[in-house]
């Protein structure tokens, strides 16, 4: 499953993550665990493009390291 985040809520502009929400890509990589998304966010990037699935839309933002 998908990175899913659950029972906090961390506000990082442009985006606040809210419980529910679900990190479906992580630059440009389909996110299927939550084990993936930490290998994900371990690599070396400058930062993060996201898509995060809320209540069936899907956000892209970016996130600056």
Do not use: E, H, M, Y
Request: aromatic share 4%.
């Amino acid at each position: 499953r998908s990175g899913s985040v659950t029972g906090v809520q961390t506000c990082a502009l442009p985006i606040c993550f809210r419980p529910g929400d679900i990190i479906v890509n992580l630059n440009g990589q389909a996110v299927r665990s939550v084990k993936q998304l930490v290998d994900l966010l371990k690599q070396q990037a400058r930062g993060w493009d996201l898509i995060i699935r809320r209540g069936g839309d899907d956000i892209r933002t970016f996130l600056r390291s």
